[in-house]
Every structure is written in structure tokens, then in C-alpha cells.
């Protein structure tokens, strides 16, 4: 004779008949309500066996035997959803391993490794003696209090301290951001990304109702391309060109159709990165001095400082570009021409437009240590 009975009621059947039919539930959760509904024998249903229940829902039958007695010790509630355990461990991280974990964190790795691990922290801290013994699981616990993952780098590009000539730069693009829009001297920024171009060597399974669209790992290098941007963010207007490299006489090409685009602007200020190909040189080893000299005036060529390329807000467009267009494999940069003109026609079309609210004063409170300092 079986200890525990399931013996539910109207309501308790239909609640649980809900939960594992519909909904976002706890795996848990419904595993013990297909348990408790298999092993009911209310209004005269034939009683399942535990072994049986076993065998149809793939659980053991000491976990039927639990959920069963939860139920009827405990009731409906407790049966569905496991009470928090009654246990109290001893922890043996307190304040002082804590903090000598994270310092430990924070420090240079051990010769021969790149990185710190967990094992290894748990290690180095049994061989400094401040525990006995230690896992590397309590070691993450530990850590996770502070968001610390010594094995993890973000790649940042970081300005160096106290420049006066990063922050002179920086100052006098934030002081153009701050301009209002006027269509006779439009702010307009520009940068550029080389692209791969991927041909694809098996053809990828595309999704299906629950199942993630896949391609393989292995693909074919078939050349590069680039693409420039030049972004307008008050008019929410954008211009891009792909071509076949990125040298100075492209750049040159690309700064004469921005200036085509404007037709009606007395001077167009153009914000760009500090690199070597965007230099007013540039336009004279491509056209002549005449023409070279006459597109030059039609520009004022502002450029971020060196390490503070995310001033440009060129760089926001061409990440928005490069996760709605180009996250993909193309082979050829005929396609890439068409899927970057397309996706630049809708964007236009929406009228998007970068919302900046970064300001100078913003700079001299948050960048603080980028300024110079002086004694009083």
C-alpha cells in the first residue's frame, strides 16, 4: 500500500492542467504538476503506480515519492514549488578573504599565464594561507558580488591623462555638436570600416519554427572593400560609397561628392578621425591645384583627437549600419554596393537622427582627469 495519496480538487486540477499546457512556468514547476496530475485518483481515476508515473515523465521515483508527501503534508503550494532549504552553511569567504581575493583578482597573473582563473585564485589563496582550503566555485560566488572577471579584457582605446591637446580637440567638436542646424553651414561627420568580403562554402539551413538559423564555421575569403559615411545627425541625412581600398585619393573622391550633395552650402564642417589619409594633401595629389583648392574652401575639416574617435558620431551610424546590413557573409562588393544603398535610402527615409547630449560641461566634470591641473 502506497504512504502518500494525490487526491485533487476541481480547482487544483484545472490550475494545473494551465500551467503545463500554457504559459511561462519553472521547468520545476511543471514537472511537479505533470507528477501531481498523473498521480491523482480523485472522481474515481485509476491510480498510476510511481513506476509508472517514472516511466512516462522521466523522473526518478524518489522524486514522485517527495512531491507526493509535500502534498499531503504540506499542501498544494508546497507540493508545486520546493521550499527554500532549512540548512545553514558555514561560509568560509568572510570580509577579509573577500577583499583579499578581489586585490588578488586585480593583480598580475602568475608567470607563465595570461590571466587569472578561478582555479587558480582558489590556489594562490591556499598557498598564502588565507584559508585551509578553498574551490573555485566559492572563489565566483565572491566575486560576483563585484562584477570582477580578471579572465575577461574589453579592448578600449584609452586617452592619455592630463592633455591639453586631447581636451582642446575634444572641446572645440563638442562646441560644434552644440551649434544649431542651419543649411548654409551644415555639420556633417564622416569616418569609414573596412569590410570583409565572406563567400560561404555550405550552404546555411535557414530557421524554422523552433529551430536558430545556422551556417557553418568554415567560410572563403574572397578580398576586402570599404565603406565611407558621412552622417548629418540634426537633418537625419546620411551618404555612404563602398570601394575597393581606402586610400587617400578615395577619401578625396568621397569628400567631393559630400560637397556635390550640398550644392546651396556656403561651408560645410566636416568632422572626421585624425588619420593620415584624411588630410587636405590628399586633395591636391588627386585633383588639380584649381580644383583641388576651390573643393578645400568649401570645407572646414574638424577632426577628433587622437583616442577619441567615439567623439565622431559618424562611428553611430556606421555601427547602426553594420548590425541591421552587413552582419552577414557577402562575397562581392557589387552586393554589398546595393544592400549598403538600400539600407541607406530606408534610413533616410525614417528620418533618423542622432540625439548627442554629451556637452563640454558634461567633459570637465565626468573626463576630469583628462585635463590639465594646475596649483593654486
Known amino acids: 500500500m502506497e504512504k502518500y495519496i494525490v487526491t485533487l480538487s476541481v480547482e487544483e486540477r484545472e490550475q494545473l492542467e494551465a500551467i503545463v499546457s500554457k504559459g511561462s512556468h519553472q521547468s520545476r514547476k511543471i514537472i511537479n504538476g505533470l507528477i501531481l496530475l498523473n498521480c ?6 485509476a491510480r498510476r503506480s510511481t513506476q509508472e508515473v517514472s516511466g512516462v515523465l522521466h523522473v526518478s521515483e524518489r522524486k514522485i515519492d517527495r512531491v507526493k508527501k509535500r502534498f499531503v503534508e504540506e499542501g498544494y503550494d508546497a507540493a508545486l514549488v520546493r521550499p527554500p532549504s532549512q540548512r545553514i552553511y558555514d561560509s568560509k569567504i568572510d570580509g577579509e578573504l573577500e577583499a583579499r581575493l578581489i586585490a588578488l583578482s586585480c593583480s598580475e ?3 607563465g599565464q595570461a590571466n587569472w582563473s578561478l582555479r587558480l585564485l582558489a590556489q594562490r589563496a591556499v598557498e598564502l ?7 573555485h566555485e566559492t572563489v565566483r560566488r565572491a566575486l560576483k558580488k563585484t562584477k ?5 579584457k574589453i579592448g578600449w582605446i ?3 591623462q592630463a592633455n591639453a591637446e586631447f581636451v582642446a580637440a575634444m572641446e572645440n567638436v563638442l562646441d560644434i555638436y552644440h551649434r544649431s ?13 573596412p569590410r570583409q568580403l565572406i563567400r560561404q562554402t ?14 557553418d564555421y568554415e567560410y572563403e575569403r574572397c578580398g576586402v572593400c570599404n565603406v565611407f559615411m558621412a552622417s548629418e545627425p540634426l537633418a537625419g541625412r546620411r551618404l555612404t560609397k563602398v570601394t575597393e581600398s581606402r586610400t587617400k585619393v578615395q577619401w578625396a573622391h568621397f569628400v567631393q561628392d559630400i560637397a556635390q550633395a550640398y550644392p546651396d552650402a556656403q561651408r560645410i564642417t566636416l568632422v572626421m578621425d585624425n588619420l593620415n589619409t584624411h588630410a587636405a594633401a590628399a586633395l591636391y595629389e588627386t585633383f588639380p591645384a584649381p580644383q583641388a583648392k576651390a573643393l578645400w574652401d568649401r570645407f572646414e575639416f574638424i577632426y577628433t583627437p587622437k583616442h577619441g574617435s567615439w567623439l565622431n558620431m559618424a562611428e553611430i551610424e556606421l555601427n547602426v549600419m553594420i548590425k541591421q ?5 557577402i562575397d562581392n562588393i557589387d552586393t554589398v554596393r546595393r544592400e549598403v544603398s538600400a539600407w541607406q535610402v530606408r534610413r533616410d527615409q525614417l528620418k533618423a537622427r542622432i540625439n548627442w547630449q554629451f556637452t563640454t560641461g558634461d567633459a570637465r566634470i565626468k573626463l576630469s582627469r583628462l585635463y590639465p591641473t594646475f596649483e593654486a
Do not use: F, H, N, Q
Open 40 to 45: 491523482d485518483v480523485s472522481s474515481g481515476r
Open 109 to 111: 597573473p602568475p608567470e
Open 129 to 135: 594561507e588565507y584559508v585551509d582550503s578553498l574551490s
Open 148 to 152: 570582477l572577471k580578471p579572465w575577461r
Open 158 to 160: 584609452i586617452p592619455p
Open 181 to 193: 542646424y542651419d543649411a548654409a553651414r551644415p555639420v556633417v561627420c564622416m569616418d569609414e570600416t
Open 202 to 215: 555550405r550552404e546555411p539551413i535557414k530557421a524554422a519554427p523552433g529551430r536558430l538559423a545556422r551556417e
Open 325 to 329: 546590413c552587413l552582419d552577414r557573409r
